[in-house]
């Protein structure tokens, strides 16, 4: 059973206007690529984003990235070392906050699975959880890492093998996402660049499940799937550079989505025995405006049924992997998925690959 979801978003706010004025003068100034900035920030369908660096807070007098395109750029280790301050901040303030709504304690979870794709440390953010947080020395650990927008889904798959192995002993499992986008701003005025710069941002979700009987659940968490697409590695994907890390995202994958994702995403609701207009809620990946317009449009849904998904990327960005634990949270907190009733979820990764996880009230 999925028993609570909670989210952290770090304390720098920056509007999408705001960064689209500041990506210009990182870029360069020159006439063709702010036009190309202010067409992916208005066709974006995002509002305002949170990240870690400190640029967007106004009266800030050290930046982490320089304003003159000719300065150098902040090395990946430089970055890496603030992927650890905030990626430990930000995944304690969102498992204080589920275990606190949850009332259960934590030396009850007996499986932590952390995600990100966005920094590496070694010890991670699980070890500090579990010396910050009390969690038992002997707590079974699962770390996935660089599975890109559709990790969290991915590791609902491991919390369905954590949560099936008990052996008739009640289990609870925590799932936590990080992701901090925006250690990675690339200033070369490429197409890829500007896209990425103008989606991506920064935040934590957590997520509590648990076998145990008689606690209050959101819903059940059913069943997963995964589909990698032939011959798609250059639709999605990133290097590790120099300078953090550098992002492919192909203007294709609207249209890959539409004419390839959905169709897939239809035969595997066949496989469960449904068809998409009875499941009622849904919870798609807000990697853009053009992705959620192309699967609300091949899976024949709603506008409130996209709804919670565009709210997030109003109001967040794109987060990858924590994003859907956001879109998650934001559907739970607009109803009560009631008994019987389906939740579908689905995001993209590189590869390109699908993943998708079915949900019942309870």
């Known amino acids: 059973m999925l028993l609570h979801i909670s989210t952290a978003s770090p304390p720098y706010r920056v509007e999408q206007r705001k960064a689209a004025e500041e990506l210009k003068q990182r870029m360069g100034e020159r006439p063709a690529v702010a036009r190309m900035i ?3 920030a208005s066709r974006s369908g995002i ?15 050290t930046r982490f990235y320089p304003v003159d395109p000719s300065a ?24 204080t906050d589920l275990l606190q709504s949850t009332g259960r ?27 910050t947080l009390g969690l038992s020395p002997d707590v079974q650990r699962t770390h996935i890492g660089f ?10 798959t491991s919390v369905l093998d954590s949560l099936r192995s008990g052996t008739g002993m009640p289990r609870t499992t925590l799932l936590v996402s990080v992701e901090l986008c925006s250690l990675h701003l ?33 819903a059940e968490l059913v069943r997963t799937f995964s589909h990698v697409f032939p011959a ?26 539409a004419q390839q994702a959905a169709p897939v995403a239809r035969q595997i609701i066949d496989r469960m025995g449904l068809t998409p ?24 849904l709603t506008n409130e049924q996209a709804e919670p998904s565009r709210a997030v990327l109003r109001r967040y960005g794109n987060m990858s992997s924590a994003s859907i634990l956001f879109v998650l949270k934001e559907l739970f907190s607009r109803t009560r998925v009631q008994p019987d009733e389906w939740l579908c979820a689905i995001a993209f990764g590189p590869g390109l690959s699908m993943e998708m996880a079915f949900l019942k009230g309870v």
């Open 38 to 40: 202010d067409a992916a």
């Open 147 to 156: 599975m890109g927008c559709a990790a969290s889904l991915v590791g609902f």
């Open 277 to 300: 207009g009875q499941i009622r809620h849904w919870a798609l990946h807000p990697g853009g405006r053009a992705i959620i317009d192309a699967l609300q449009t091949g899976l024949d």
């Open 232 to 257: 798609s590695a250059h639709f999605m994907g990133w290097e590790i550079g120099d300078t953090g890390f550098e992002m492919m995202l192909s203007s294709q994958l609207p249209e890959i989505i």
């Open 105 to 131: 304690s934590a030396s009850s979870i007996d499986r932590l699975i952390t995600i990100s794709c966005t920094g590496f440390s070694a010890p991670n953010f699980d070890y500090h959880l579990i010396t």
């Open 47 to 61: 509002e305002t984003r949170h990240v870690v660096v400190p640029d967007a807070e106004p009266s800030v007098s």
């Open 186 to 218: 690339q200033t070369e005025p490429t197409r890829d660049n500007i896209l990425a710069n103008m989606i991506f941002a920064d935040g934590c979700g957590a997520a509590l499940f648990s076998t145990a009987p008689g606690v209050p659940a959101k």
């Open 72 to 95: 150098p750029s902040p090395g990946t280790k430089q970055r890496m070392m603030l992927y650890k301050e905030w990626s430990n901040k930000l995944s304690v303030a969102a498992v």
